[in-house]
């Protein structure tokens, strides 16, 4: 996660001299990978209950497969800076993996099990599909099927070619645009994605750029990392649709403050 830019305070001015409007519109908050707070291990089971008891309405989860087939929720390649093991979570089998602390004696979690979790609630997964080499697709729509949690489910696709196989694999899927690349996003567009995540210099460098993925009809998530309150705010004023944040309580105190005023 690369942390917003120096520069986007000035663009934020800017902004704020004339989008008192945007305020007004409801913002989705986003616990990026469950929240990354001190003392709550991140993308496991405490973190997105926690997340949801400070109002996040979507939890951005990092998909992995490992050895033996088992999709689980896991950032990093190897599992050594999360937990008190070693090695690659794709050379790993779900055994061993299950004798991993993750912090506080949380255990990294299946992405069935995050599913569980949400099924029958309006808190959805943002699937941040990292690696599709060896991941099974259909597996991950099957499980939400199976689990009725198709709504709660959105594929953060980051190549062209995962958001047409999911789409593929089943319509009614809600897909988010991760481009590497703002050149990228026209194609994540006529491909059919249904938001666009961009990044804060990116709009630092395009101060039209919202209003132009708006104009496409497309609703606009921002990355805010671990910005501060009067940041997450400003972004707030720039008009996006959703926030990931590590620190979702900063933007639900903020969504909170907005209501009384």
């Known amino acids: ?12 001015a ?18 990026h990978r469950g929240g990354i707070v001190p003392g709550v291990p991140e993308n496991t089971l405490a973190a997105y209950r926690r ?10 989860i990092d998909l992995r497969t490992t050895k033996d087939g088992q999709i689980v929720i896991m950032h990093d390649e190897t599992v050594d800076r999360t937990t008190n093991g ?3 979570v794709a050379q790993l089998t779900w055994a061993e993996l299950q004798q991993l602390d993750a912090g506080h004696g949380e255990r990294i979690p299946t992405y ?32 939400a099927l199976k689990h009725d949690a198709l709504r709660n489910v959105i594929v953060g696709a980051r190549r062209l070619s995962d958001l047409r196989a999911f789409r593929k694999l089943n319509a009614e899927l809600r897909t988010l645009g991760l481009m590497k690349e ?18 804060p210099d990116w709009v630092e460098e395009h101060p039209d750029l919202i209003a132009r993925v708006h ?27 959703g926030i990931l944040s590590d620190f979702p309580e900063r933007i639900q105190a903020l969504l909170a403050d907005r209501e009384h005023r």
Do not use: Y
């Open 1 to 12: 996660m690369k942390p917003p830019s120096p520069g986007i305070a000035v663009l934020l």
């Open 14 to 31: 800017m902004w704020l001299a004339h989008a008192a409007d945007a305020a007004a519109q409801p913002v989705v908050s986003v616990a």
């Open 51 to 60: 997340a949801i008891e400070h109002g996040a309405q979507a939890i951005e």
């Open 86 to 88: 070693h090695g690659k």
């Open 112 to 143: 069935e099990q995050a599913l569980q979790l949400v099924a029958g609630t309006d808190v959805a997964l943002l699937l941040d599909i990292k690696v599709t080499r060896n991941l099974d697709r259909g597996k991950v729509v099957q499980l």
């Open 182 to 199: 703002l050149n990228d996003m026209d194609a994540f567009v006529r491909a059919g994605v249904d938001m666009i995540r961009l990044w």
């Open 215 to 241: 104009g496409l009809g497309k609703p606009v998530w921002l990355i805010a990392g671990d910005a501060p309150s009067h940041q997450l705010g400003a972004f707030m004023q720039l008009g996006v649709d």
